[in-house]
């Protein structure tokens, strides 16, 4: 078969790996008939993990999906549907690892300090597998995410629940005023092609090189920040007495999964400052046991456990004195009573602030209530966008779905653009000094005075992707009639140049009727939730951390979840990347399969990528028979809308697996009744009677499981047999499904 009929259908982790064993058959009895090949490639978590170590594993070597898949990302035959990964922190890595050792795999430890070679080589390529890994490997595109018009007369038709706002909220956000990446951030225009080396020099005039070579290219911005830990410390300190004195809960908000080198590091400042008069006082038993601030509190609670049992209540009782006196922390799960300082993953920026406006701006105290907090987000450079919201439905309430506008966003994400890009040049410094980077002839680009401790980061944005992004951005204004602003703050070096570009760039298309604008990111999220409330659509054109900001506020206001979005990532040369959503894994819906054996994953996201895809190998490879299943598969997923057979949230009704069904059948119907292909409608009617004369029996099949605890074999590598039985309970659905292939 022709590689151009092939579409890569990822396999990823948790809350849409569990799914994909319902859906993928499907999927594959469907697309056969088009002659269509749907092949999957695991990039798991587990599957990375192993990867990583073929030399260890002998004959249980996989081999590195992630990698085949990023080098078609640049290749024009490129189909590939991407579901929501994990992007670990080191306590996820870390039970990963233990659960694929359990299982007999022969892995190393994940070294949190290293002291020979062996251990240096494991933490590398380990490192490799931590945060976001995996996104910005295939992402060799810019975003397009947006909700179809079906989805947003859905959301109207049947809006989620938003919490009231109440006038008097004590609610907000606090940011640093100095000493932070936004405060100090400086930018350089590259002339022609060179490689940059990035060095500090300290105070004593000893030069240690951070990153000897990193290649640029012609028209490529680059910028550095630098986030102090001295004013880091004394902000948060400062912001810990005030949650205190105003009786609020204290939250912090970071992104420490995308950010896997910078944002671990400011958590773990966070939590030393929260807990300083304990963590001081065991200084020395902590650092015998390895404790780790950077993986929160947790670490501490995990590690104390191996200290005699006097010590440890000690360290309990010291900690507990600790939240007698502080402010009380948002807590992750306040049964279990997980606060937000536990692990650094749980509460991820992106999602946790549009969760926390949805709930009336609040987020869950000690004691299962839900309380005002002060939002930490420490850096500027985003910060204040949340405060605007927060102002906003303190002033007019909360948004109301049923008239609300819409927010598509047109993201700049190619060739890890920006903050998203900046791991390698990432660096904890280690003395005060200068940091210098200077190109190939020993010329100043840019310096950065730091201290001990400080976080020094620097970014890259080639020029191609930004102009990809500007022509995206025309085009999605011309093609939906919509005002589109540019997210840009003048005041930000690195925008600076990019506002520069975008002007430039503009000229080379016609723009002429549209509304296109450049403001700056707080005067453009006014103005947009102005228009939204007027039921107005605005298109946000953004970098890429607003991207991944704004995808999920938006979506979470207007749909109740970010999985109904639309998310289109066309690639530069050619190919498409089809995301599914733009949320993440839903870890938590995996407890509730395991718990009463119901999974409230909505898949609609997968829908809808599903038929861009197929859309995609229609139009560029003339395959008439995938255009007319992607058609009926939108009217499908149109009627599944308008029916309302999305997922419940509770046992006794239809979860995802019923949802699935209820998509098959609407898909065969549509495909036994439209003419264009009269092979396709033979092969379906049948299908289509099957399932339509059966639909009762199916439902009760598929629902008589629900209630009770199921086991699956495993969190991060789960046993393949023991899911597909669980996700796949209905015998006469199987069985009609099995006919058609
Ligand atoms: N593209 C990607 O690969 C992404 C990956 N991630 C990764 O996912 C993990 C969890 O991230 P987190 O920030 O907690 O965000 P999640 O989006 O996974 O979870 C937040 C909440 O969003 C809702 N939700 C998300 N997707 C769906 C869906 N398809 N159906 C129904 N509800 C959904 C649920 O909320 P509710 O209970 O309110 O219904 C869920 O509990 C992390 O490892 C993170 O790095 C995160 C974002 C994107
Ligand atoms: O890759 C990740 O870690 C998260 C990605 C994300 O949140 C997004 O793309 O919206
Ligand atoms: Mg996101």
Known sequence: MPTRSKIIYTFTDEAPALATYSLLPIIEAYTASADIAVETRDISLAARILASFPEQLGDKAVADHLAELGALAVTPEA???????????????????????AQGYNLPDYPETVTNDAEKEAKARYDKVKGSAVNPVLREGNSDRRAPLSVKNYARKHPHKMGAWAKDSKSHVAHMSTGDFYGSEKAALIDAAD???????????????LKEKTSVQAGEILDCAVMSKNALRAFIAAEIDSAKAQGVLLSVHLKATMMKVSDPIMFGQIVAEFYKDALTKHADVLAQIGFNLNNGIGDLYARIKALPAEQQAQIEADIAAVYAARPSLAMVNSDKGITNLHVPS???????????????????GTDGQLHDTKAVIPDRCYATIYQAVIEDCKANGAFDPTTM?????????????????????????????VVRVTDSKGNLL????????????MCQTKDAPIQDWVKLAVNRARASSTPAIFWLDPMRAHDGVVIEKVQAYLKDHDTSGLDIQIMAPVDAMKYTLQRTREGKDTISVTGNVLRDYLTDLFPIMELGTSA??????????????????????????????????????????????????????????NNPKALVLSKTLDQATGQFLDNNKSPSRKVGNIDNRGSHFYLALYWAQALAAQTEDAALQAQFATLAKTLTENEATIVAELNAVQGKPVDIGGYYHADAELISKAMRPSATFNAAIAALV
Do not use: C
């Open 405 to 433: 506008g819409s927010v598509p966003n047109v993201g700049l994400m190619a060739k890890k653009a920006e903050e998203y890009g900046s791991h390698d040049k990432t660096f904890q410094i280690k003395a005060d000094g």
């Open 346 to 364: 749980d509460v991820i920026v992106d999602a946790s602030m549009p969760a926390m406006i949805r709930d009336s701006g609040k987020m869950w």
């Open 79 to 101: 189909n590939i549907i991407k579901l929501p990964n994990i992007s670990a922190s080191v306590p996820q890595l870390q039970a990963a690892i233990k659960e694929l050792q």
């Open 446 to 457: 840019m310096e950065q005075a730091v201290e001990a401790g400080d976080i020094f980061r």
């Open 564 to 621: 109904k979005m639309l998310s289109i990532v066309p690639l530069m040369n050619g190919g498409g990347l089809f995301e599914t959503g733009a949320g993440g894994s839903a870890p938590k819906h995996v407890q509730q399969l395991v718990e009463e054996n119901f999974l409230r994953w909505d898949s609609l996201g997968e829908f809808l990528a599903l038929a861009a895809s197929l859309e995609h190998l229609g139009v560029n490879y």
């Open 195 to 209: 490689a940059v080396k990035i060095e500090l020099i300290a105070k004593d005039g000893t030069a240690t090189v």
